[in-house]
């Protein structure tokens, strides 16, 4: 996401009485507004495939083509039509609230406050607050305030100034000399003693050290899983983050993404190492 782009809401109902008004509320607030009104939008028809490890991303079939456009779009907040017949909303829930790289998007479900049977099933799915549709309606503006995530770009940038943390900078050495695991921990103490926005940038390198480690050790679903869990750290930076040139990582994982795509599970072990690029940075970084 650019940090000029507006946040975005998604809207999951195929309702064309209530469209207007989510579009309406959320243009008059300052947001985008996409809605998805069938599966095949995001490319999500099908059968579901059981996931191999639960809690987990999906990696196969059409829940993990659902995955993937909710991490391209980046959500601040999604609204959830309970009464649809169209998406599967509750397996969807399901789904994102217990995979990593999407359980932080708020999810604000809505439906008839006369069948209370499905609004439970909607909080037991891990929708962060069910509403009926009227308090949707009277209240929408509040609750979209008071739900949406949005980004603060201007404390986000404002911690990039500076220099890496000791933790960070020791952990970075690592990670650029190809030992991943103790690039991992190191980063890990350097996220979980910094404040929370500069924690951003080395929750980012923490993952690509782990997302090359993985490769290392020929665990493709690993890896796969750590660049969807990246994105939400790494795209919010600015090109410059505590002597990191960001754009050019931002490049870098995105060529490692591609070839391991191509590579998949069987050929992970024969995929060129050259894409585990040292993480670049700007002169006097360390």
Request: net charge negative; hydrophobic share 45%; glycine share 8%.
């Amino acid at each position: 996401m650019s940090q000029n782009k507006k946040p975005l809401i998604l809207a999951l109902t195929e309702d064309y009485f209530v469209i207007p008004r989510l579009e309406d509320a959320a243009t008059a607030l300052g947001f985008e507004i996409e809605v998805i009104d069938a599966p095949g939008a995001l490319g999500a028809e099908g059968d579901p495939v059981e996931r191999k490890v639960p809690l987990t991303e999906p990696l196969e079939g059409p829940d993990a083509a659902f995955i993937r456009g909710i991490v391209d779009r980046r959500p601040a907040l999604m609204l959830v039509d309970v009464t649809s017949q169209e998406l599967p909303w509750e397996r969807w829930t399901q789904i994102l609230k217990t995979s990593a790289a999407t359980r932080r998007i708020p999810i604000l479900a809505f439906g008839p406050h006369v069948d209370t049977q499905v609004l439970q099933r909607a909080r037991a799915a891990g929708a962060d607050q069910v509403v009926s549709r009227g308090r949707l309606q009277a209240s929408l503006p509040e609750l979209i305030l008071k739900h949406a995530r949005v980004l603060d770009f201007e404390g986000l940038n404002k911690a990039c100034d500076g220099q890496l943390s000791g933790l960070a900078a020791e952990g970075l050495e690592l990670l650029n000399g190809g030992e991943y695991y103790e690039a991992h921990e190191h980063l890990e103490r350097a996220w979980t003693k910094a404040p929370e926005l500069e924690g951003n940038l080395y929750r980012a390198l923490l993952q690509v050290s782990v997302a090359y480690l993985q490769v290392e050790r020929g665990n493709y679903a690993g890896a796969v899983k750590m660049l969807l869990r990246l994105r939400q750290w790494l795209e919010p930076l600015p090109d410059r983050c505590r002597g990191v040139d960001v754009a050019a990582l931002k490049s870098n994982v995105a060529e490692f993404s591609k070839a391991l795509d191509q590579a998949g599970a069987e050929g992970i072990s024969e995929m060129d190492r050259a894409y585990l690029k040292p993480v670049p940075l700007f002169a006097q970084a360390l």
